[in-house]
């Protein structure tokens, strides 16, 4: 299967190691709109620098693909969407799908009219110790979450876009987060209220610290607290997560997933938990074949050569993105946001 990656500087690099170290999947060009990252990116990785160009239809007219990786700024989502979806080649695109929710509407409305797949890189889904944590709470042996807690305190510097965003926080990384919520509890927000600020030493224009309330239709509440600009103590990029379970407690600290289970309850012998006086047990991690990008690209690949269904499709992701936009509405409203009230 031939792909073209459009952008290749920045997270690029990670998108660039997935597919050369792929058997499934190789590039059919490459788009660069910065000269100097095009060359410099061409020695680094022995990439043919004659496939490389300025622009998506420039590289749709000189070379034959199968499907495009749109790894650009949120901004431009929309156009290289609607170009590659109109040749009919199906896309994987970085999160979020969009910087605004109109164009993420826009991006399914022309996935739907094309008949074509548009897929979103949720790749945190796919990191071992998220998929051992979500084995933990499909077993069902802690039974129903009551609540859940998230803490995420990272402090990157990355300059570019995201230093310029207005909430490069719920944008750009909680996006990943509010879709893990989906995700482990398989639930649908119903209910949001956010508060988001930008402390005194923060190297962003935009607030990169916020707290968030959510309810979900099983009614299990969700704390969220983040920063993007913490000065130490950092967490795991997956985050902090807490879930008060009926018959114990499930944590993922430090990508590590522990349980601890009720003293006064005899769970099930040889599942993850049984009888121990509230001993806290750490769960052996699942055993992944691929992870994170690199299970997102052998999942596009199957389902453009296989026709086989993938989880992270644009119709579905807008429902994250759906948080994102919500949980801004609330900090800019000072309100709670009923979910749904904006047009998905």
Partial sequence: MKVIQVGIGGMGNTWLNAVLNSSEVEYAALVEINEDIGRQQAEKYGLDPALIFRSLPEALAAVSADGVIDVTPPAFHREISAIALEAGLPVL??????NTLADAVAIGQKANETGVLHMVAQNYRYHVPVQTLKSVLASGEFGRVG???VEFFKGPHFGGFREEMAYPLIIDMAIHHFDLMRFLLESESVSIFGRSWNPPWSWYKGDASASVSLEFASGVMVAYNGSWCSTGRETAWNAHWRFECERGVVTLQEDRVYTQARSDELLSQGGYSQFSN???????????THVAQAYLLHEFYQAVTQHKAVATTCQDNIKSLGIVFDVIKSCETGQPVRSGEMKR
């Fill in 93 to 98: 695109s970085e999160k979020p799908l969009a």
């Fill in 147 to 149: 609540s859940v807690s």
């Fill in 278 to 288: 509230g001993e806290v047990i750490e769960v052996k991690p699942v055993e992944l």
